[in-house]
């Protein structure tokens, strides 16, 4: 049984920082693509960004270069976010996703990853 377990949300202030964690259980997680999205009130889930398997290669979305990293530690099983320079606009809950390495669908949509989390909530006051 496949289990993505989000932890480290919280309310913070514009400005700040956070790191969210992913602890992935019941695959290989080295051979699973990983991947964060997020979902505002009222609104559908968005990419955020992504690392491959290995872990060679990142993609942001565009909102997020320069403020978040994604990193990943195989011999953890865990997928990590930091997020630094905190916006309100990045409030949201945030998910993270796996998708097995060969997978043939663009890495930017949701409907790729076979697997997710139940989220960790961020709040960014102003």
């Known amino acids: 049984q496949v289990q993505l377990v989000e932890s480290g949300g919280g309310l913070v202030q514009a400005g700040d920082s956070l790191r969210l964690s992913c602890d992935a259980s019941?695959?290989?997680?080295?051979?699973?693509?990983m991947a964060w999205f997020r979902q505002a009130p009222g609104k559908e889930r968005t990419f955020v960004a992504v690392?491959?398997?290995?872990?060679?290669?990142?993609r942001y979305v565009d909102s997020v270069k320069g403020r978040f990293t994604v990193s990943r530690d195989n011999a953890k099983n865990t997928l990590y976010l930091q997020m630094n320079s905190l916006k309100p606009e990045d409030t949201a809950v945030y998910y993270c996703?796996?998708?097995?390495?060969?997978?043939?669908?663009?890495?930017?949509?949701?409907?790729?990853?076979?697997?997710w989390g139940q989220g960790t909530q961020v709040t960014v006051s102003s």
């Open positions: 690392i491959s398997w290995n872990p060679v290669s990142t």
């Open positions: 019941g695959l290989t997680f080295s051979r699973y693509s």
């Open positions: 996703a796996a998708a097995p390495y060969n997978t043939r669908g663009p890495l930017y949509l949701s409907g790729t990853y076979n697997y």
